[in-house]
């Protein structure tokens, strides 16, 4: 039977021109079209934020093909963001919807104090016909726009509203109500720019030029023209234009428009540094490790551009129900002018209570309360070096009340070092020495990227031991390793490597070299046995022991998480259990999970799902990867320079700073009491105005303010979040 590759999916972000004003009714049609295109897997629209993110196979279409398929469906396509010339779109926008707010006034003003003053009609209805004309413009397009697509929005509302006011001979209700919706809406717009602003001051940190070290004479470059391997230098106050590897100079860089670090890092040769930080202090001569396009600042800028278009489940949510209620709010003016008519009522007055009534129960408020908390949030997490890949992992850190870690390189420094190494009593009739050890230990973990082999090779390096070659290097995850050195094999790895891998032959001085290692752990040390293969014979050569520091705020971090709820903290970990209890008691961790496979961490973590449903896994975003995919929020340290955190987690944390993990629960709370603010907040008004209309009769003026009113505060609402702080 043939067996089907799974299909090579992608995800981009086409940037549209933005329609109308609060409805998304064409937005959801525009997805539904799109999805009928050969090749794509799920589309986002949003007219309000003016973008299109599509997730689509590779080996169908293409990007190109995809933009095409938006434009030929009436969609203008605007320029990326963080450019240029989206910026200056932007600004332009704005700048005319502030005007015509601006003329809508005037025109309202003039109609009324016409009207007042008992002036000329032909002045009264100029008047009013400027505020009708300026007012309705974006409203109008946008209902068009919507109608286009088979469907109905907001905008549709609010212009029909307007006129039927205008027919029934109340002009300056419907004037004030196109004045407000317009005034309300170019502010949601600005709100809406305010949390996206996050992108262009990304791009504004990225230099255009690098210069470049070429025949021992600096010259210009641009940064698209810099390959990797070439030598760039940046002086001090200079911002690093790509990213790359210290080879000559010491200087410290400031990281924290990256990785939200609040002081300086000290740099030096064989140190990595970013594109768009800047060199504080020393010359630094620079190598490429990674072209303009792949550099660390681009991915943050398209993570962040495509975390602000993937919505948030409560934004799916209401998007979703927009098109019925717009339908019935409909169907309740219909009815209420209708029945009154057949039960006898005068025309004028019951058409104006159901204009009335449709401007209250209208769900503008409703509609925006979402979008502008969390794309705040995400662009708050932004300024501090976190970075939310959608608005749907805001909401889901809200609802974390267990939290596991792994510990080397998250809990603990990572900077492992070596502090024993000891040959067995009698190998080679005491002619082997500690140094001959640690030599056939280095040769061997020099093929190995874990932190002990690291560790291993960098203490053979430093006592300028030689390392002889190895081959036919082979690793057993969570185990050990072993290679061929020499004339022999050579096999490192803990208790259970000796036991259950190499466990179907006798080694010699096994039971002694075991009996070193359980002292070494209680000790708090992670230790390996040495043994060599040669002839048939293996026998243990001794032993190496290595220690890891606790990252310096680590046990503050666990408290903070319980300071906000969190019941459970737990590690997990491919150390020994003695070690990993050090660590634990250390931290203020509650549960130790020790000697765990990579497979393993993935049980656990399905394991603690099921007992506490919503878990945060974090992680180095490398070996434990699969750990973050099944976790219910995933979580990254250190994604500056890790291509697998940007790609796996669901958040993250650009620096190595521990305390951004309370930031993330925090800013995941406080983005969940904003929306129950908002929502409260909006069918409140919806509730009290239409209860009002029908139980006492409200003019529609002060239903327009109390409409126009909780839409202002749930966006202004929506905005504080732009300012959180841990």
């Given amino acids: 039977m043939a067996v089907t590759e799974p299909p ?9 021109e933005r329609r109308g004003g609060r409805g998304e009714a064409g937005a959801r049609a525009l997805e539904r079209r799109l999805r009928n295109t050969p090749g794509v897997r799920d589309v986002e629209a949003s007219f309000r934020t003016g973008s299109v993110r599509v997730t689509y196979d590779e080996s169908v279409t293409s990007e190109e093909t995809l933009r095409e398929a938006v434009r030929d469906r009436a969609v203008t396509l605007r320029a990326d963001a963080g450019t240029a010339t989206d910026d200056v779109s932007t600004r332009s926008e704005l700048r005319r919807e502030a005007a015509f707010v601006g003329l809508t006034l005037a025109g309202m003003t003039t109609g009324l104090a016409t009207e007042w003053l008992g002036g000329p009609a032909l002045l009264l209805w100029t008047g009013y016909g400027v505020a009708y004309v300026f007012g309705g413009w974006y409203g109008l397009y946008g209902a068009i726009e919507t109608l286009r697509h088979r469907a109905v929005d907001i905008d549709l509302l609010m212009i029909v509203a307007a006129l039927g006011a205008l027919s029934i001979g109340a002009p300056f209700e419907g004037a004030m109500l196109l004045f407000l919706f317009s005034l309300s809406n170019t502010l949601q717009h600005y709100a809406i720019g305010r949390s996206r602003r996050a992108i262009r001051s990304l791009v504004e940190m990225r230099p255009d030029e690098a210069q470049v070290l070429r025949d021992g004479e600096e010259i210009t470059v641009p940064i698209d023209d810099v390959a990797v391997g070439d030598v760039f230098v940046v002086r001090p106050g200079d911002r690093i234009p790509l990213d790359g590897v210290v080879t000559s100079g010491e200087g410290t860089v400031d990281q924290a428009s990256l990785t939200g670090e609040s002081v300086p890092v000290p740099k030096e040769r064989g ?15 620079i190598e490429v490790t990674r072209e303009a396009h792949e550099s660390a600042i681009t991915r943050l800028i398209n993570m962040v551009e495509r975390a602000q278009s993937e919505k948030a489940p409560t934004q799916r949510l209401i998007d979703r129900l927009e098109q019925p209620y717009v339908l019935g709010v409909f169907g309740l003016t219909i009815a209420a002018v209708a029945v009154p008519l057949a039960l006898g009522s005068e025309f004028t007055s019951t058409f104006y209570r159901a204009m009335t009534l449709m401007v209250a129960a209208s769900p503008c408020a409703v509609i925006i309360s979402t979008p502008a908390a969390v794309l705040s949030a995400i662009a708050s997490g932004g300024r501090q070096g976190v970075l939310f890949k959608g608005g749907e992992h805001v909401e889901t850190a809200a609802g974390i009340d267990a939290v596991a870690f792994d510990k080397t390189g998250t809990l603990t420094q990572g900077d492992t070092q070596l502090t024993d190494v000891a040959v067995r ?4 009739d005491g002619t082997l020495t500690d140094g001959d050890l640690l030599s056939l230990a280095a040769a061997v973990q020099s093929r190995s990227e874990h932190h002990l082999a690291r560790a291993t090779v960098t203490a ?16 057993v995850a969570g185990k050990g390793v072993q290679a061929e050195v020499a004339d022999g094999t050579v096999h490192i790895g803990n208790r259970s490597y000796f036991e259950t891998v190499l466990g179907d032959a006798p080694i010699n001085g096994l039971e002694p070299g075991l009996d070193r290692l359980r002292t070494l752990e209680a000790e708090g040390k992670t230790s390996v046995l040495v043994a060599r293969e040669h002839g048939g014979d293996r026998t243990v050569l001794g032993w190496l022991a290595f220690t890891d520091t606790v990252r310096p705020g680590a046990a503050e971090m666990v408290e903070d998480l319980r300071s906000l709820g969190v019941d459970h903290i737990v590690m997990l970990t491919g150390d020994n259990e003695r070690v990993a209890q050090r660590i634990a008691d250390e931290v203020g961790i509650d549960e130790v999970q020790a000697e765990l496979l990579p497979e393993e961490k993935v049980a656990t973590i399905e394991e603690l799902v099921d007992r506490h ?5 974090v992680g180095d975003g490398v070996n434990d990867a699969p750990a973050l995919a099944t976790a219910t929020l995933g979580v990254a340290m250190g994604g500056a320079g890790t291509d697998v955190a940007l790609e796996t987690a669901d958040v993250v944390l650009m620096g190595d700073d521990l305390s951004k993990i309370p930031y993330v629960l925090g800013l995941g709370r406080r983005t969940r009491r904003t929306l129950t603010v908002n929502l409260a907040v909006a069918f409140g008004a919806i509730a009290l105005m239409v209860g009002a209309i029908l139980l006492r009769g409200i003019p529609l003026p002060l239903a327009v303010v109390g409409h126009e009113g909780s839409t202002v505060l749930v966006s202004l609402n929506g905005l504080r979040l732009l300012g959180y702080r841990e």
């Fill in 613 to 617: 449903e919503n878990v945060a896994m």
């Fill in 425 to 428: 009593e009698g190998v080679d």
């Fill in 460 to 475: 053979a390096e430093e006592e300028s031991l030689e390392i002889p070659g190895a081959r036919r290097f082979q690793s």
């Fill in 8 to 16: 090579s999916l992608s995800t981009c972000t086409v940037r549209i």
């Fill in 271 to 285: 140190d990595e540094v970013f594109g768009g930080t800047i060199n504080e202090s020393g010359s630094l001569e």
